[in-house]
């Protein structure tokens, strides 16, 4: 499903006019092609991190109204989690800064219903994360469970992550948090130059962003941009160790596979941007459903 669906997008982004789509059911559509693109900003590392940080600096120099809505502690690893307490803390400290004691989906939710209240924004922003959202890791990536919050609201969304498939060195992946932005303002700009004033991507499709670490410092530029998919692969294995005394320890084992090509991994290894787009929903493959149809064939309760 994500390698069809990708084909359009590829027009979309890399060399086809504007492309007229419906307009999101809880999008409101621009009132003006110049008015200034509204921007609810999110992430898992938290509020304050060096990631949203960055991105907000660089997204509101360009000239965009970004409205920080994000966790007000690091939820690494939240995925779509989301509405599962009975109450939520939010703070205010700034006037473009609310931070919700929650997920990333907790704090898109409330961003879409109080924060945006009236009038949904043009687009979600996740990230950009410290550290990658490639393969088996977007699956769980709260970067990632932030956009999709987004796209089941009917609001275009984009996860955004650097980093490549291996250990990030705190240093470089900072460092290269600048390129990072620098290339997410540009996609925004491609993306709302194509869509005139209708939404920005078509709908229900977002896009997860990886940006590699380029260079020893991390300041080097990508060696350019692929349209890609999910690599299949589960590079953290889990492990468990009884302690003997009706507990585990819990670790993982990073086991990378040779990447699949055109995936997400591939490209990050090679120094290029990955764009892959993604749904919402979980739905399977044409080829999926056919084959469990077969299996499922006279099957009856």
Request: proline share 9%; aromatic share 4%.
């Amino acid at each position: 499903m994500r390698r069809k669906r990708a084909l359009p997008l590829a027009a979309l982004l890399l060399c086809t006019p504007a492309v007229a789509a419906a307009v999101p059911a809880a999008a409101s559509p621009r009132p003006a092609h110049h008015a200034p693109l509204r921007i609810l900003l999110t992430d898992d590392d938290g509020y304050d991190a060096p990631g949203i940080q960055a991105a907000f600096a660089r997204l509101t120099s360009a000239g965009y109204d970004v409205t920080i809505v994000a966790p007000l502690t690091n939820q690494s690893g939240a995925g779509t989690k989301m509405l599962s307490g009975t109450s939520l803390t939010v703070k205010h400290p700034a006037a473009k800064v609310w931070a919700v004691d929650g997920t990333p989906g907790d704090s898109v939710a409330f961003g879409l219903a109080e924060v945006f209240r009236g009038r949904a924004p043009d687009l979600v922003v996740s990230g950009t994360n410290f550290g990658p959202n490639v393969a088996g890791l977007a699956t769980h990536s709260g970067t990632v469970g932030g956009a999709i919050a987004g796209l089941e609201s009917g609001v275009p969304a984009i996860a955004v992550s650097t980093g490549g498939l291996a250990a990030p060195d705190p240093v470089a992946t900072v460092n290269a948090m600048k390129p990072t932005v620098d290339f997410l303002a540009k996609l925004i700009h491609r993306l709302q130059d194509r869509a005139e004033s209708g939404p920005l991507l078509p709908r229900g499709v977002g896009l997860n962003i990886n940006y590699p670490v380029i260079g020893a410092d991390g300041k080097g530029i990508a060696k350019g941009a692929a349209l890609t998919f999910q690599d299949p692969q589960v590079p953290l294995v889990p492990e468990f160790t009884d302690a003997g005394d009706g507990t585990w320890k819990i670790g993982a084992k990073f086991a990378p596979q040779p990447p699949a090509k055109g995936g997400d991994v591939e490209a990050v290894n090679s120094g290029k941007v990955a764009i892959s787009p993604m749904s919402a929903d979980w739905n399977a493959g044409p080829s999926g459903v056919a084959r469990a149809g077969a299996l499922l064939a006279g099957l009856r309760p």
